[in-house]
Nanobody
Framework: QVALVESGGGLVQAGGSLRLSCAAS????????MGWFRQAPGKEREFVAA????????NYADSVKGRFTISRDSAKNTVYLQMNSLQPEDTAVYYC??????????????????WGQGTQVTVSS
């Protein structure tokens, strides 16, 4: 079993940056592909980014490419999402998730069995 706890959300002005962290517990963390999803009010939860267990392979939604960077520190059992050039449309609850799938192209939320509780990111214009 894997438990995930996100932190680092908050309020930021457009053009600003935030770094989200996801601390994981559980012996299988280092074998999981880890992802970030987000859900804005009234919208479906959508894929943002994923990183393979090795940390060397990543995948991003088109809407965040070039602005967000996902990374992981296996020694600390932590996954990060560095978010730059934030825009009001990035406002959402951000969730960390884990999947035993070895592919960072696993973007369907139903294929991620492990989820954190979410952290709110609000970008003001």
């Amino acid at each position: 079993q894997v438990a995930l706890v996100e932190s680092g959300g908050g309020l930021v002005q457009a053009g600003g940056s935030l770094r989200l962290s996801c601390a994981a517990s559980g012996r299988t963390f280092n074998s999981l592909t880890m992802g970030w999803f987000r859900q804005a009010p009234g919208k479906e939860r959508e894929f943002v980014a994923a990183v393979r267990w090795s940390g060397s392979i990543t995948n991003y939604a088109d809407s965040v490419k070039g602005r967000f960077t996902i990374s992981r520190d296996s020694a600390k059992n932590t996954v990060y999402l560095q978010m730059n050039s934030l825009q009001p449309e990035d406002t959402a609850v951000y969730y960390c998730a884990g999947t035993p799938s070895g592919s960072v192209n696993t973007m369907a939320r139903g294929l991620y069995p492990y989820w954190g509780q979410g952290t709110q990111v609000t970008v003001s214009s």
